[in-house]
């Protein structure tokens, strides 16, 4: 292992994080998935890699990949944006990470795909909102 100049966790687990960049490719397939609206776009992500060797990459545009593996422990009442397929993989110094949340631009993130999946799948948007409203009546 690389020296780590910060500890992350996954689910309250130590695990080694790497910093990257990735291309984004659309999922036809689920075509509500987030990143879906990002179709070619370069972003920054983390790999985590569990101690049972499990390897995922989560999306850290905005420092909340960081936040989560740092400060949230990896636990699931920090949200996270998981990464399918992503191509063109390029690793990043430690330094170059983002470590700064900035909850503004991901809630004008949120926004920008809510916008574009009303927009773009409405059907499938109007039944998974509806799925929604009956969850959280409960």
């Keep these: 292992m690389r020296e780590i100049k910060f500890r992350a966790f996954w689910n309250d687990k130590e695990v080694e994080i790497k910093g990257l960049t990735y291309e984004v490719v659309a999922d036809k397939k689920r075509p509500l998935v987030w990143y879906n609206k990002f179709n070619g776009q370069r972003r920054q992500g983390l790999e985590i890699t569990t101690q049972n060797n499990e390897k995922f990459i989560i999306d850290n545009e905005y420092g909340d990949g960081y936040y989560k593996a740092t400060v949230g422990r990896g636990c699931p009442p920090y949200p996270h944006k998981g990464v399918f397929d992503a191509i063109n993989i390029e690793y990043i110094e430690d330094k170059k990470i983002n470590k700064k949340l900035k909850i503004h631009a991901i809630r004008e993130e949120d926004e920008e795909v809510e916008e574009y999946q009303k927009k ?18 409960r």
């Design 120 to 137: 773009n799948f409405p059907k499938k948007y109007k039944k998974v909102e509806a799925l929604k409203k009956l969850i959280n009546k």
